[in-house]
């Protein structure tokens, strides 16, 4: 069964930095494209960042490129989300998915992905 463990959330004051991992359990990850999303409270779900099957395409948000930064160890079978300069709107839930479907990355939209994390959350503030 696909499982996938998010880990590295926290509080962090604004201008700071923090790792998000996404570990994968009970598959591979290197047939499958990862995406990164938030959800802050009262909002939907939002994409952050997505990342091919290579590593080779990736996709930011507008809100955060520039700051975000994803990356995949497919020999480790975990994706990473280095987050600098955190903004109080950075705030949120924080979920990892992924899925095979081509296009995916593209898009980098929550209901594109089928196979997801429980959640890291992520505090932004002073």
């Known amino acids: 069964q696909l499982q996938l463990v998010e880990s590295g959330g926290g509080l962090v004051q604004p201008g700071g930095s923090l790792r998000l991992s996404c570990a994968a359990s009970?598959?591979?990850?290197?047939?499958?494209?990862i995406g990164w999303f938030r959800q802050a409270p009262g909002k939907e779900r939002e994409g952050v960042s997505c990342?091919?099957?290579?590593?080779?395409?990736?996709n930011y948000a507008d809100s955060v490129k520039g700051r975000f930064t994803i990356s995949r160890d497919n020999a480790r079978n975990t994706v990473y989300l280095q987050m600098n300069s955190l903004k109080p709107e950075d705030t949120a839930v924080y979920y990892c998915?992924?899925?095979?479907?081509?296009?995916?990355?593209?898009?980098?939209?929550?209901?594109?992905?089928?196979?997801w994390g429980q959640g890291t959350q992520v505090a932004v503030s002073s």
């Open positions: 990342i091919s099957v290579s590593g080779g395409t990736t």
């Open positions: 998915a992924a899925d095979r479907a081509i296009g995916v990355v593209s898009t980098c939209s929550p209901g594109d992905f089928n196979s």
């Open positions: 009970g598959f591979t990850l290197d047939y499958y494209a």
